[in-house]
């Protein structure tokens, strides 16, 4: 009978222990970057999302009186030059900076991912025009095809986003592709066919599904980097024109105090790095997940 005593069974809850353990805990051993990630992005949205909960001042008030003060108890992240809350500016640039990268990254992922799929599903002449026409976009640094976007159209929100959104198309495009490539001839699409499901459904209803992912996890990939030409557009000036509130526009502002008050660049550019960084890290988790599969 000894050998049956260490054997688990439910009255001794050896088999649930680790369904007790909380979630975090498992978490944080096996993934910690992903768990920093979520923790970061969900205090990141609370921010984006009730700004009022985390600072009382105006982004916009102006005090000339109190300009160009470095951080303080009253001030946290100091002042700029016209005497505005830094941090008042930063927080409340966070829903601006988001929505801006958000919205054109998902403009960027509907467009090139329907390209793509219809793209690589139909092949022929239509796949050849559409690579032309990705191939002449991939030539430009993403960078500097939104410089010449945005400069041509000038500088202005809906141009802004216009430009961010033309620059990952070719990406998605081609992650679509792709996928669909290696999709369109499994059996179950060869079983779709042969019951006579017409091709349109095909597409639409089993082959998109199983693309899906991969275009979601470049979703959230590209955030950072998208997060990161938003700011370096609005520090050349081409991005949301002040008073509006964004890192970016802030950044600009700050480039010409830099010697004399570095925390106007400093605040806003750490939370463009937090941003990037859990945005990243959710995103290389996600695509671990998928390789693993």
């Known amino acids: 009978m000894a050998q049956y005593q260490n054997v688990a069974t439910p009255e001794n809850g050896s088999r649930k222990e680790p369904h007790l353990q909380p979630l975090l805990l498992r978490m944080a051993r096996r993934e910690p970057g992903l768990l920093l990630g979520l923790v970061l992005l969900v205090f990141i949205f609370l921010v984006a999302l009730f700004p009022g909960l985390f600072t009382q001042a105006s982004p916009y008030a102006v005090d000339v009186n109190a300009a160009m003060m470095p951080p303080s108890a009253g001030h946290w992240f100091g002042t700029d030059d016209t005497g505005r809350d830094l941090f008042a500016r930063v927080v409340y640039g966070t829903r601006i900076t ?121 979703y959230m990939i590209l955030f950072p980097l998208i997060l990161q030409i938003q700011a370096a557009l609005g520090f050349l000036g081409l991005g949301v024109q002040p008073p509006t509130p964004d890192w970016g526009a802030i950044l600009e502002q700050g480039k010409d105090y830099i010697l004399y008050a570095p925390w106007m660049s400093l605040f806003p550019g750490l939370a463009v790095l937090l941003a ?18």
Request: proline letters at 4%; a positive charge.
């Open 98 to 218: 988001l929505a801006i990268c958000g919205g054109s990254l998902l403009i960027s992922a509907f467009f090139g991912g329907l390209l793509g799929l219809v793209s690589g599903f139909l092949g022929g002449w239509v796949d050849q025009a559409l690579g032309r026409l990705v191939d002449v976009l991939l030539s430009f640094p993403p960078i500097i095809l939104g410089v010449i976007i945005t400069g041509v159209l000038g500088p202005a929100t809906v141009n802004l986003i216009l430009a961010l959104s033309i620059v990952y198309v070719p990406v998605f495009f081609r992650i679509a592709r792709a996928g669909t490539l290696s999709e369109k001839d499994k059996t179950y699409v060869e079983a779709a066919r042969s019951i006579g499901i017409s091709e349109p459904t095909i597409l639409r209803r089993h082959v998109t599904r199983n693309v899906m992912p991969l275009i979601l996890t470049q």
């Open 276 to 293: 990037a960084l859990s945005l990243m890290l959710v995103g290389r988790a996600l695509q671990r997940r998928i390789d693993q599969r």
